[in-house]
């Protein structure tokens, strides 16, 4: 049976609702999904079904979007998020966990949320949907991949100033880093002994401790005594010749020390087409590789690519788990 990909909404004044259609119009039931949300957000003129379970979303799918209603307090207003809505927000993003956790829907998609929206509504305590995410599964550290048919790369750290990356940037961060990156290439990838190469902080990973002595001090010597039996981990690499074509295809991932290290070469080689994953959850979830776009928001424009790419990442990822 093909996998079944649960959608929470998001904030409804950003794009999410308007991308959910258009991602339904495109995929119907070559990649079966339901919205989690309140049908009246979504955009006027598309063809909609509510459904009790999801397993009645499957016979829908090709001429309706299955949607799982939740009643939001207030309406919608494109571009103006409403702290009124924050719990209901939450509400689709715990449920969605819920229903994969208990087996009734195969993976999880998340479209954008707006953490001041939330924060102003709610009393959100996370910095984001991966930290919720995590907490509601009980885990202490799970671990942020961007992916597309390109590239996959993993930040180390995260969403923290540049000047606080060395000190935050730990040998048991790091390594738990790349094991949980391992892990989730195997499990939920399929690839038997992932190949994992592993950035250098510094410019020219250190060049011999002249730019830097963390790669000499602490970085190579975890990565040499890492056990290759399961995985092959090499670095670290100088990070400026990572990422060309020759080079990426040496390896499954790369983990890099820091966002920007990450994210730029994934957003400049296939903007449109990343796809962000959460690995380290006992469940598959994928998100678009964007925010709210309050700024586009109901005006038809928004390009539904990334969610696109995330459902259909989701359910290659069922497929090989």
Known sequence: MSALIALSCGD???IGPEIAAKAWSELREACPFFYIG?????P??????????????????????PVLQLDFPAPNRPGQPDPANAPSVIDAIETGVALVQS???????TAPIHKKALIDGAG??????TEFLAALAGKKRVVMMLASDQLRVVPATIHIPLSRVPSELTPDLLRETIAITAEGLRDQFGIARPRIAV?????HAGEGGKMGHEELDWIAPLIAELPNDSCVVTGPHPADTMFHAAARDRYDAAVAMYHDQALIPIKTLDFDRGVNVTLG???????????????????GIATPTSLIEALKL?????QAS
């Open 281 to 299: 959850l006992p469940f598959i979830r994928t998100s678009p590789d964007h925010g709210t776009a309050l700024d586009i928001a109901g005006q």
């Open 38 to 42: 309140d049908a009246a957000h979504l």
């Open 44 to 65: 006027t003129g598309t063809p909609v079904q509510r459904i009790g379970t999801p397993a009645e979303a499957r016979d829908i799918c090709a001429t309706a979007l």
């Open 12 to 14: 409804p004044a950003g």
């Open 314 to 318: 989701a359910q290659r990822m069922t």
């Open 124 to 129: 959100f305590a996370y910095p984001g949907h």
């Open 103 to 109: 087996g009734a829907a195969s993976a999880l998609c």
């Open 199 to 203: 950035a250098g902080l510094n410019p």
